[in-house]
């Protein structure tokens, strides 16, 4: 059984999607304050964790930011009334998988939650023998582990699964969806916010400090693994 905290101030709203968690067959346990529920996830190591971004003690930024250091592994569905793109990206940096704002329906909010739980299915995109050697980049997936120029790449979870999706299929295009149900296991795409974010990070972890670039935007379709020398990318 899968275990989820909610952290939610708005007591109606934690209580209505508690409620509903535990009939959908979840184990559930809440908090309406930031450092309460904090201490909850470093203590309990959830499973996925619903994260309201305006909380008291502690804001859902700083909360994901704090979880993240511990546990890389943790789904964190962010939801927010906030739905500018920079409050969005925002969240996604501080170390969200996910996000949805409200008001929302419980029928997608759990639709959310189930995707970002199908962990055997997004790991299936990384449980594998094979290295990845290409350019100055070298991927083990059954170990988790990214090197560019023999140097260790730090990477999250989707950020990874992200780099051998893409890295699997060189030369592919990769339409947003297509990743989307690679990586969260969605079948339709809720935005392709999240899989941009994901890319822009992932570019600057195995690009910067790289003799080569890796990824290509392909403008309204999706992107491209492709390893160019960044001196004939730049003549």
């Known amino acids: 059984m899968s275990r989820i905290l909610v952290v939610e101030d708005d007591p109606i709203i934690r209580q209505t999607v508690e409620y509903a968690l535990r009939r959908a067959g979840f184990e559930v346990s809440g908090s309406g304050d930031g450092l309460e529920g904090l201490d909850l996830a470093l203590r309990d190591r959830p499973d996925l964790i619903v994260l309201d971004l305006m909380l008291p003690g502690i804001d859902g930024y700083r909360f994901a930011e704090e979880v993240r250091r511990s546990n890389a592994d943790v789904a964190i569905v962010m939801v927010t009334a906030l739905d500018s793109e920079r409050d969005t990206v925002r969240g996604l940096d501080a170390g969200a998988d996910d996000y949805i704002g409200k008001p929302f329906s419980m029928e997608e909010l759990l639709a ?87 890319i822009r990070r992932l570019r600057q972890a195995i690009e910067d400090p790289s003799a080569y670039t890796y990824i290509r935007t392909v403008h309204g379709a999706g992107y491209r693994f492709e390893p160019t020398p960044k001196e004939a990318a730049g003549s």
């Open 112 to 198: 959310r939650i189930r995707a970002n739980l199908r962990r055997v299915r997004a790991r299936a995109v990384v449980d594998s023998d094979e290295v990845i050697e290409t350019g100055d980049l070298r991927i083990e997936p059954s170990q988790l582990t990214v090197t560019v120029a023999g140097q260790p790449a730090v990477l999250r979870l989707k950020e990874f699964q992200l780099l051998v999706s893409l890295a699997r299929n060189a030369g592919k295009l990769m339409s947003r969806q297509r990743l989307a149900n690679d990586v969260w296991g969605y079948d339709h795409l809720p935005s392709s916010r999240t899989i941009d974010v994901h």
